[in-house]
T-cell receptor, first 112, second 112 residues
Framework: DQQVKQNSPSLSVQEGRISILNCDYT??????FLWYKKYPAEGPTFLIS?????DKNEDGRFTVFLNKSAKHLSLHIVPSQPGDSAVYFC???????????FGKGTLLTVNP | DVKVTQSSRYLVKRTGEKVFLECVQD?????MFWYRQDPGLGLRLIYF???????EKGDIPEGYSVSREKKERFSLILESASTNQTSMYLC???????????FGNGTRLTVT
């Protein structure tokens, strides 16, 4: 039972344009959501997070939107840069422990 | 900055060998995690520990065990390595409930 879903395995955008990565979840107990970026042969790097009391969080070029009624979140990267090319993982947490449930990832390619 | 150190970046072992993967964190965090990452499957939780000598199974614990004798060190043990355990193994730690997981650089394990 996949509780966190990233339905697009890959996404390709032009440099300077907006990248939008999507994530859906099924568990109503999730109350904290995160995005990670991962380059090959490295560990995931935390990008941005949002708690369920908010619907938007912004950090520089990165903005995460949360739609609780739709159980959907998205990551916007504006403007996209070639260095943003990586696999992006959506993750969620809920309840009393701190473990994260991850989606399968979306490979973003930003073309110069 | 949180530092999570995994002892090996690359490891090659033979089927049936006992394998130890070591992870050390320098932030005195109570919670530590072991995930594995496989293409198309995302990150899956193997085991986690919320205190010294305390452990809980994650989503895919079969074929693995863990050891947490000291707060800073969390070891993953493959009792008898098999080829389907060829993967990228990622250790992580977390400060608190509304904090992200911080990952090490990973160990790429190949079992032949």
């Amino acid at each position: 039972d996949q509780q966190v879903k990233q339905n697009s395995p890959s996404l390709s955008v032009q440099e300077g344009r907006i990248s939008i990565l999507n994530c859906d979840y099924t568990n109503s107990m999730f109350d904290y959501f995160l995005w990670y970026k991962k380059y090959p042969a490295e560990g995931p790097t935390f990008l941005i997070s949002i708690s369920s009391i908010k619907d938007k969080n912004e950090d520089g070029r990165f903005t995460v939107f949360l739609n609780k009624s739709a159980k959907h979140l998205s990551l916007h990267i504006v403007p996209s840069q070639p260095g943003d090319s990586a696999v992006y993982f959506c993750a969620a947490r809920g309840g009393s422990n701190y473990k994260l449930t991850f989606g399968k990832g979306t490979l973003l390619t930003v073309n110069p | 900055d949180v530092k999570v150190t995994q002892s090996s970046r690359y490891l090659v072992k033979r089927t049936g060998e006992k394998v130890f993967l070591e992870c050390v964190q320098d932030m005195d965090h109570e919670n530590m995690f072991w995930y594995r990452q496989d293409p198309g499957l995302g990150l899956r939780l193997i085991y986690f520990s919320y205190d010294v000598k305390m452990k809980e199974k994650g989503d895919i614990p079969e074929g693995y065990s863990v050891s947490r004798e000291k707060k800073e060190r969390f070891s993953l043990i493959l009792e008898s390595a098999s080829t389907n355990q060829t993967s990228m193994y990622l250790c992580a730690t977390v400060r608190g409930p509304n904090s992200p997981l911080h990952f090490g650089n990973g160990t790429r394990l190949t079992v032949t």
